[in-house]
């Protein structure tokens, strides 16, 4: 079993950057491609960002490319989500999520990812 929890959420304003992070514990996480989504009230929740078991590969949403960056640590079992230029429209719950050699044609589908953290709030003042 892998745990995941977020952290780094909070009330920022529009413009501003946040960093969130998520800790992964119960197994190494190396061998696991790591996402992020997120949820707005009232709306489904979307890929926000993935990256691949090395590092070398980080797939994001349109609405974040250029923004956003995501990144990690294996040794640490650790992922980050840089978020600058933050927007009202990325207030949201950030969720961190986990995939055991998940393929790559699969890292934007939630319904994908076994493990998830319980996550953590973002929202963003105009």
């Known amino acids: 079993?892998?745990?995941?929890?977020?952290?780094?959420?909070?009330?920022v304003q529009a413009g501003g950057p946040l960093r969130l992070s998520c800790a992964a514990s119960g197994r190494s996480v190396s061998n696991y491609v790591m996402g992020w989504?997120?949820?707005?009230?009232g709306k489904e929740r979307e890929f926000v960002a993935a990256i691949s078991y090395s590092g070398a590969d980080a797939h994001y949403a349109d609405s974040v490319k250029g923004r956003f960056t995501m990144s990690r640590d294996n040794a640490k079992d650790t992922v980050d989500l840089q978020m600058n230029s933050l927007k009202p429209a990325d207030t949201a719950v950030?969720?961190?999520?986990?995939?055991?050699?998940?393929a790559s044609v699969y890292i934007r589908m939630a319904d994908k990812y076994d493990y998830w953290g319980r996550g953590t709030q973002v929202t963003v003042s105009s």
């Not at 950030?94 to 998940?102: I, K, T, V």
Request: proline fraction near 4%; include cysteine.
């Open 94 to 102: 950030y969720y961190c999520a986990a995939d055991y050699l998940l």
């Open 1 to 11: 079993q892998v745990q995941l929890v977020e952290s780094g959420g909070g009330l």
């Open 37 to 41: 989504f997120r949820q707005a009230p």
